[in-house]
């Protein structure tokens, strides 16, 4: 049963925008979980929010800047997301699996999914641009942390 908690924790980090599965994996590997149930659970959770950011986020940001409180957190979200639109609009699809791809703080699925949407990007092109982004950053956070793991019990 711990085991089984310790997997909806990652799973649940894996779907925190700025956590997502770069935190999940690598809280994954400092508890010593296996890398493969690792590595799936937390691709499923950092992917499911995408398609509702892509089909929700604009309406949700209008919203936002109705109200004095969230105005400002909406208009940064949008800044965040239209500086990096231009990266993305030299490549369309290909540019946002490898905007998404790179574990860099401020790139992920979120952040692509809030790119596409602003860029009007269709849901067909766009989830797997993303869908692909996470598999891959998914594998490179894999390597790193489960290295990084081993690495430190040689020397301890």
Known sequence: MEQLTQYLWIFFV?????AELRGSILMGAAMGLWEIPVYLISVVGNFL???????FIRRILAWMKT????AGIANWLEEKGNKHSEKVMQYAGFGLFVFVAIPLPGTGAWTGALVASLLNMRMKYALPSIL?????AGVIMTLASYGAVEIFKFFL
């Open 132 to 136: 692909c982004g996470v598999l891959v």
């Open 14 to 18: 894996s779907m925190l925008p700025l």
């Open 49 to 55: 929010p995408v398609p509702f950011i892509l089909l």
């Open 67 to 70: 109200t004095k409180r969230l």
